[in-house]
């Protein structure tokens, strides 16, 4: 809903979808109000408004990072940081009384909801010590999910020790003609491979590495058992 910084307009074709009580005319030109979700700009569009909300508010965005915004008092040592992904955000504070007056604000500009405890968030599941100065942020039920889907067994505990095997290698002789090339199991492997990449990169960087390697076998090169085995493995 951020308000266009050009003058834009839309073409209506006959498959377009007709307001209640408008009617539709052929070839009619319509002249945008505000952002549309999923037009080419709505994202930056999107990220721009809550910026300039946030900014207004007195938060300070990151300098290596623009979805890190921070309010802060020195004097005090009270602290607000809001992480933005997309149309969701993480909140860490302690300015209790600050905060609520954030929401109060921003219910007045947009349609909010609080939430409560993050508990989860992007697939990630965040559980607290009692005395809250822990946390302890896991994939356990994404992984599982993955492995159902593809056939492996989910109990984790009965895994191996290491995500790849010290030994693993793959002979150029063992690679087959393209030809020859099982495109069910590359397929396979692909949608494996693009799984274990989400983790790798949030809650397991122990597995990046592998997981990596691995990659370059299902982009690049034919797939055989060997590497297959080795995914599953992961």
Known sequence: HYPLRRQRQM???DSCWEPEGVRRYTRECWLLLSNLYGARQAGFAWKQLFTDLLIAFGFVAGNLDG???VLRDEATSRIIIICLYVDDAIVAENWPSRFNKFMQYMAKKLEITNEG????????????????TRVLATQQAYIEKVARVHGIDPNLAKGPKTPLDPKFTVDP??????EDVDLVLRTQCKGLIGSLLFPAGWVHPECSYHVNRLARHALSVPITSTVWLTIRRN
């Not at 405890?117 to 809250?132: I, Q, S, T």
């Not at 002789?173 to 393209?178: A, H, T, V, W």
């Open 67 to 69: 979805t890190l915004f």
């Open 11 to 13: 073409c209506i074709r």
């Open 117 to 132: 405890a993050l508990r989860w968030h992007l697939a990630v599941k965040y559980e607290f010590n009692a005395a809250k």
């Open 173 to 178: 002789d063992d690679i087959p003609n393209e």
